[in-house]
Each structure stands twice: as C-alpha cells, then as structure tokens.
C-alpha cells in the first residue's frame, strides 16, 4: 500500500520523537546521595529477599548500578538500624569475578570484605591483605542517621598500595548480617552478577547551595570534633566550609575547652 508523504513523515516524526526522549532519559539519568529515592525508581531491584528469613535485621530489597565511576547500591531492609555503627552488616565484593581469589564465601572469591557497622574492611589481593576504611574505597553511606533504607556509594577507581580494587566488567555480590541465624543476600550461592555499564554517557553534575529563597533561615549542625574549630592548621579548611554554607545559625558540638565568647570570636 502507498501511504500518503503526509503520513509517512508523520511516522517519521514519532520515531525521531521517540528516539529523541529514549536519549533524553539516558543523558538525565544519574544517582545522587539524597534520599530522595525516585532516581532509583527505574532500576530494577538485583534482589528481592523474602520477609522473616533471617533472625534480628531483615533484608527486603537490594538495587545495584553504576554511574560516573561509581558503583551505587539501594538497600531496603524491614529494621531501622544506624548503618555505621552497631551492627555487622558486611558486604563482600568479588571484583575480579574469580571464586578462585579471595576470601571463600558463599560460592564467591570475595577480594572486598566491608562491614559498615565497624567502618573498616579488608581488601585481600593474592596472599596480601589489607585493613582499609571507607576512605580508602571511597565509599559514601545515606543518611548517617538511623533509617531502614540506605544509599551506598564505592569508587570503582581506587587504587589500594598499587593494585586496583575493580579489575573485572562483571563482579560478584554478596551481603550478609554477620550475627547467629543472621539474614543473607542472596539466600543462594554464588552471589549476585552484576555487570557494568559502560556505555552510559559520563557527565558531571553541577550543584548548588544557595538558598532558593532570601528570606529562609539556614541552621547547620557542626560537629567541631574535640575543639578542633580552635585548630590553627583548620582554621582555613573551617573557614572555608561555613563561608560556603554561609548560615544564619550555628549548633556546634564538642567545644569542650573554650568558652562561647572565645567561640564566637
């Protein structure tokens, strides 16, 4: 059939149209430590936990994605905990997809072992292990206050005394609450595979912290850490900070030595 010019450039056009927001959506897509949640709502969960399957904290849901050199996990869990503390939640992290190196846990060759509760891990490479800490794996943990949903960031880039933490495309998950009858992610062995993607486009993200209002009062709460606000070598990394914050109240904790007068000044 002969279908009019006028229709055919109309298909024509829905197409364009349609591949134009399918690259619209890949461009805008992006993870950011906020909790706001909605970023993740195209993501399909990596694994779904069954209710009351583990004694104490119970898993519910894990999503994994990597964006901008970065590997982003979503973790839902039915308990509300503090993630850095009190607890023995660890991850471990086949990075080299080799069940054959590193620790040997539950079907995987974990060469990253990172309980959040102790704030510190291993990174096992061949016979050598390291104690490391999450800095050393540039790993970024929301909120830091308590919640039963947390966003976890770790650098893929990193380098730990000369080797590479991430050698592979495709690695190995594997999350267990470390305590009697604990829950595990996944009930099953051999870990969770996931694969990175490496055709998304990298971009950077420009961010902001100006008020979007004048007349809005900005409180910040500041941890001084054991009167380090009065630390001639902090001076200028303090200064710089509450510059750029730029508050109208501050709540600062730990001056234990000096008197508010001296704070203030």
């Known amino acids: 059939m002969e ?17 134009l927001s399918t690259f ?4 805008d897509f992006r993870i950011i430590l906020d909790e706001d949640y909605t970023d993740w709502d195209t993501i399909t969960p990596l694994y779904s936990d069954a209710s009351g399957d583990g004694s104490g ?14 590997l982003f996990f979503l973790l839902e869990m039915d308990t509300e905990i503090n993630l850095q503390d009190q607890n023995a939640i660890t991850l471990y992290l086949d990075t080299d997809n080799d069940n054959s190196t590193g620790l040997a846990i539950k079907g995987i060759g974990a060469e990253l072992e990172y309980t959040f509760g102790a704030r ?13 800490s999450q800095a050393n794996i540039g790993l ?20 730990i005394n000369g080797d590479k933490l991430f050698t592979n495309s495709q690695i190995k998950i594997v999350l267990v609450d470390n305590t009697t009858g604990g829950d595990e992610i996944p009930n099953e062995e051999g ?8 055709s998304q486009a990298q971009r950077s993200v420009d961010y902001s912290i100006e008020k979007l209002d004048e007349d809005q009062l900005r409180i910040i709460s500041y941890n001084s850490q054991t009167d ?4 001639p070598s902090l001076k200028e990394s303090n200064s710089r900070i509450l510059k750029a914050i730029n508050p109208d109240i501050i ?10 007068e001296q704070t203030a000044e």
């Open 191 to 198: 870990g969770l595979d996931f694969f990175f993607e490496t």
């Open 140 to 159: 970024v943990s929301i909120p830091t206050v308590t919640s039963n949903i947390f966003e976890i960031m770790i650098d893929t880039t990193v380098v």
């Open 57 to 70: 904290i119970d898993f519910k849901t894990l999503k994994t994605t990597n964006y901008n050199k970065y």
């Open 24 to 27: 619209i959506s890949a461009q």
């Open 251 to 260: 709540g600062l904790q730990e001056i234990n030595n000096h008197s508010s």
């Open 120 to 132: 510190s891990g291993i990174f096992r490479n061949g016979s050598s292990n390291k104690t490391i």
């Open 228 to 231: 380090n606000l009065f630390e």
């Open 3 to 19: 279908y009019p010019k006028l229709y055919k450039n109309y298909r024509l056009f829905l197409i364009y149209m349609i591949l």
